[in-house]
């Protein structure tokens, strides 16, 4: 079965520096990769997306994220934290059949951003 | 904007007393997914609808139904809430396209069972 695990429940930077969030995957084919974020009592929304093209993808406000096969890893990055980062990232894998998708999600991790 | 409404935001029903939270969207996407996150924890799927083809995971409980009457509504039914199902609920939505397509979600439904 595919899974991800998302290593470091709890990162803290300050605002400014670099931000990295990790995302390693379990998977014997392909894996389908996303990173969605939630903010407090929100729903997720999708922050960027690897679908086996370009291996560094980029996605919005700034962060991007680099498939590494030989690695297994799609971790998330940002060079300047500012303070609306903070929230929940969650890395998922999609599986399902050809006409719907099934998100299985690592256990997320809370970014702190502090000035 | 397109988007997904979940309506209400936050629901407090009583042990054993049945609710139903609901989820519409304005995407015009042929799939409608529920998902259950519990406190500190991951989003977990319940199910979905392929237009008016349901499908359950494995694991869900009994105690959770869904209906789709149309292709803007999708609702989920907790038959008998119990203390361990407060959660927040999450509706989502896809075109149709399998597993390397984008899922949007709406902004849940806080759950609290008393």
């Known amino acids: 079965a595919q899974s991800v695990t998302q290593l470091g429940s709890h990162v803290s930077v300050s605002e400014g520096a670099l931000v990295l969030l990790r995302c390693n995957y379990s998977?014997?084919?392909?894996?389908?990769l996303f990173w969605y974020v939630q903010y407090p009592n929100q729903g997720l929304q999708l922050l960027l997306k690897?679908?086996?093209?370009?291996?560094l993808v980029k996605g919005i406000n700034g962060f991007e994220a680099e498939f590494k096969k030989s690695e297994t890893s799609f971790h998330l990055t940002k060079p300047s934290a500012h303070m609306s980062d903070a929230a929940e990232y969650f890395c998922?894998?999609?599986?399902?059949?050809?006409?719907?998708?099934?998100?299985?999600f690592g256990q997320g991790t809370i970014l702190t951003v502090h000035p | 904007d397109a988007m997904v409404i979940q309506n209400p935001r936050y629901q407090v029903t009583q042990f054993g007393k049945p609710v139903t939270l609901s989820c519409s969207q304005t995407?015009?996407?042929?799939?409608m997914y529920w998902y259950q996150q519990k406190s500190s924890q991951a989003p977990k799927l319940l199910f979905h609808?392929?237009?008016?083809?349901?499908?359950n995971e494995a694991d869900t409980p009994d105690n959770f139904q869904s209906r789709r009457p149309n292709t803007s509504f999708c609702f989920l039914d907790i038959r008998s809430p119990g203390l361990g199902d407060a959660a927040m609920y999450l509706c989502?939505?896809?075109?149709?396209?399998?597993?390397?397509?984008?899922?949007?979600f709406g902004p849940g439904t806080r759950l609290l069972v008393l």
């Open positions: 989502a939505t896809s075109k149709g396209q399998g597993a390397r397509e984008t899922q949007y």
């Open positions: 995407l015009n996407h042929n799939v």
């Open positions: 998922a894998v999609n599986t399902g059949g050809t006409s719907y998708g099934k998100l299985t």
């Open positions: 690897y679908t086996s093209a370009a291996t």
């Open positions: 609808y392929y237009d008016k083809d349901f499908n």
């Open positions: 998977s014997s084919v392909p894996p389908y």
